[in-house]
Nanobody, 120 residues
Framework: VQLQASGGGLVQAGGSLRLPCAAS????????TGWFRQAPGKEREFVAA????????YYADSVKGRFTISRDNAKNTVYLQMNSLKPEDTAVYYC??????????????WGQGTQVTVSS
């Protein structure tokens, strides 16, 4: 499975962005997909995840109520809708596919990352 994250950019605090993660490989729909982020000088942290069917979703406490993860298996794409963005959301965002939920070491396939910068 190969993953391509996109949609990052510069946005003002309070704004929104949607990050698509496009996958290649016909087995993508059988994997859970997660989003992680890493800010400069910080460890990579979990943001959100969705089960292979879309029936289960998980969120970090810091993004609950602001971010929504969804997937369209027909398009081999997972989306992260980010609303009410804050400067502390600034990071490189990575999508990943695997059998896990919230732990980065449960994911086997990673995209290249997309930069999100939120200005105050």
């Amino acid at each position: 499975v190969q993953l391509q994250a996109s949609g990052g950019g510069l946005v003002q605090a309070g704004g929104s962005l949607r990050l698509p993660c496009a996958a290649s490989g016909r087995t993508f729909s059988s994997y859970s997909t997660g989003w992680f982020r890493q800010a400069p000088g910080k460890e990579r942290e979990f943001v959100a995840a969705i089960s292979w069917s879309g029936g289960m979703t998980y969120y970090a406490d810091s993004v609950k109520g602001r971010f929504t993860i969804s997937r369209d298996n027909a398009k081999n794409t997972v989306y992260l809708q980010m609303n009410s963005l804050k400067p502390e959301d600034t990071a490189v965002y990575y999508c990943a596919a695997g059998t896990g939920s919230t732990r980065y070491n449960e994911y086997d396939y990673w995209g290249q990352g997309t930069q999100v910068t939120v200005s105050s």
